[in-house]
């Protein structure tokens, strides 16, 4: 439907083209939208473009990814999600084929076989609710067609990487009924080493597969039906050591005849590599994934109903080194995470040459389980160190206990939402609507740390999140827009946590908008400003006693600006740039600094976690004719992001500086469209960038542990088309 739609929006003179997004909840021109949205179509998807989630933010304005423990982080325009703990949820919605994905470490494994990927940038409190107070990014899988096409795609590069992906579909009894299915694995050796093993870190061994039923038992009714499994078992996301933080480098470790990654390099005479890890424990990541999706869509007059309905199973496991050494000391960390969720929504969108009404109901539910389990072992060494046992305790005195959350968390929302869109004039349109969300959460479980606490608790909120949005079209190419909408993402009870009940957050939005191009299509224009008032923002860390705590910090409020500029000067050249400039800080938040023992502190003023100050993005686009055989496409992008901070504190020990990466690739396509080479790179400058960094339990001597983004790769993906 996108390419239909692009190829008949493009004007005869080759300028560029309008695709048809979703995004919210209607069909519609991406020009005319009246919001913050960006859309990644197929074309740009694959190894050498936009190949994952993290990668998302080379192409779409003011949104950065930074995963920890294989937890998806997203943030956009600043906010996203800061808490460690299990239960928490992100401020990012995230979906597929209009299902949401509820569990952020989910989130990392449905990218191939795409048609596009639609981004909304802001609070999307009414259309999507309980989790969009930052935006909300929607996943468009491909349909099966009534006619038998495919394709197959294989890649290898550096790191020993490799990549299969395809897909086949067609008609099964003519265009009544269709079927698609596709695939991919993806496999690679480690980014790092466990120099203390000398085995693999940050490798890849994952596969996925989908299949897609489509049925058209009338001209007005369209029945999908889709299927999907993921699994992958690799040593992927390890803890990254990055250094002391307000104690002596490997206090802890020294006790006990342990080394570090800096202290093994010290004593050598070299510089420690962070992409590499010293550690006893390996890390391990085990997961997988279940989920099936039915819609049903009914078109009957102006009207347009559709049902969805959702479930997906998830499991992980997760093991790391929170003492970041060789020391066989209580820093084996172990997640296990068991979700299962059921959604359904129905949305109503009726439309005439004057009004527009949008209808919505939806319920979700979700049974998720989690456990986090460290063993105590040497701990009395420790505790005898500093006086909190008697001497006569013997040293593996705690050696059969662990530090455990473990419990089930069961989350039930509903939600009651409508919009509409009236035409004043010709020219200006007022858009109203709001939502009403319920939502109850009920926790059972236990924490133990030297002695059990039952931590079950219960709570429920109700939250109503308008938005009204004026939109003047003064000629086709040229929309303006205004707009005020909140946004609520609601409470949490985190699993088996002796946290109080963390209470929602809220977010006043105010948006002002441009978006413009030339009678020809060759210069395209999409500006945008806004302003942004947190209230209650979830902010997470570990405190004082070594527990993951989450807290409400007081206010927060984020303003900035967005330009995105497209132009095709040529036929066959594309060119594009985006910038923006982000205001991102605590308005109100004392909280305790883990540098000074703990003391309370005002961070009034601070950088929010993840929000860089400026970004900018250049990219080019030529496709080069060769004879009549086919065509070369060149092309080249850079993506320069300003310092951003991981704490609070805005300390100068859990920063990453500005940095530029660099990607290009060179494709050669057959005339037919059949077949293609393309030889790609990424992050060309083989930066070093933290993508994440959180402080340790002070009983690890608040070390600084966290992911880092993949180092320079390169290699050759072929392609055939069918």
Known sequence: MAQE???????PTEGLADIVVTATRSSESLSKVAASVSAISAADLGVGGVKDVASLATAIPNL???????????????????????????GVAFLQDGAQIARPAAQLSGFYDLERVEVLRGPQGTLYGRGATAGAINLITKKPTDHLDGYLRASYGNYNAAAIEGAIGGPISGDKLMARVSGKYDRRDGFGKNEFTGKDIDNR?????????????ADDVEI??????????DSNYAFHYFGPTVKPENLLGSILGGKSLFTVAAAAGKTANIRNIWSDQEPLNQRDGTSFTGTIAWTPGNWDVKSITSYHRFKRFNRDDLDASDANMFGQNNYIENSKSFSQEVVANYKNEKLDVLLGANYF??????????????????????GQVPPGVPDNAFDGLNYLQNGTVKIDALGFYAQGTYALSDKFKITAGGRFSHEKRKGVGTFDFLGSVNTDKAKSWNAFTPTVTLNYQANDSTLLYASVTRGFKSGVINVGSRNDVINPEYVWSYELGLKTATADRKLQANLAAFYMDYTDLQVGFVDATSVVTTVNAASARNYGLEAELRAKPVPGLTLELFGTYLNAKYRKFVTGDYRQAFKQISVAGNRLSNAPEFSFRAGADYDIPVGSIGKLNARAEVNWQDRVYFTEFNNADATQGAYALINAGLKFTSADDRYFIDVWGRNLGNKLVITNNIITAPLFSSVRVGSVAPPRTYGVTFGVNF
């Open 5 to 11: 739609a692009a190829q008949n929006a493009a004007p």
């Open 64 to 90: 950065s990814v930074g995963d920890q423990f294989g937890v998806n982080r997203i943030f956009i325009r600043g906010i996203g999600l800061t808490s460690i703990d299990l239960g928490a949820d992100g």
């Open 205 to 217: 061994d994952a596969y996925a597969f989908r299949g897609t039923i489509l049925a058209k038992p």
């Open 224 to 233: 999908t039906l889709s299927g999907e499994y993921f699994h992958e078992n």
């Open 365 to 386: 539910h979700e049974n998720l389980y989690g456990e986090v389990r460290v063993p105590l072992t040497n701990l009395a060494v420790l505790l005898k160190l500093g």
